[in-house]
Nanobody
């Protein structure tokens, strides 16, 4: 069964850091690009970071460039999102998925607040 499970969210103060994990199973992970998305209440889901298969090319939304880093561990079948210098505007539920993936997990909540 194809499954992607997000973890690592929590409550953090502005300027703090979190590392999110996306654990994949049930498919050939290395052959797929993986994206991180986020969705804040009342707003549509936003693509924030992506990493390609094999070559590992990365791309980021302008709002997170210089603060977030996406990377993958093929041996662990896991993609990570390192988030530094967090701002209140980063508060959202974060999801991972393959491009055009038809199913979504529960995501992991990130709250940046004093």
């Amino acid at each position: 069964q194809v499954q992607l499970v997000e973890s690592g969210g929590g409550l953090v103060h502005p300027g703090g850091s979190l590392r999110l994990s996306c654990a994949a199973s049930g498919f050939t992970f290395s052959g797929y690009a993986i994206n991180w998305y986020r969705q804040a209440p009342g707003k549509e889901r936003e693509l924030v970071a992506s990493i390609s298969s094999y070559a590992g090319n990365t791309n980021y939304a302008d709002s997170v460039k210089g603060r977030f880093t996406i990377f993958r561990d093929y041996a662990k079948n896991t993609v990570y999102l390192q988030m530094n210098s967090l701002k209140p505007e980063d508060t959202a539920v974060y999801y991972c998925n393959v491009p055009r993936g038809p199913y979504w997990g529960q995501g992991t909540q990130v709250t940046v607040s004093s």
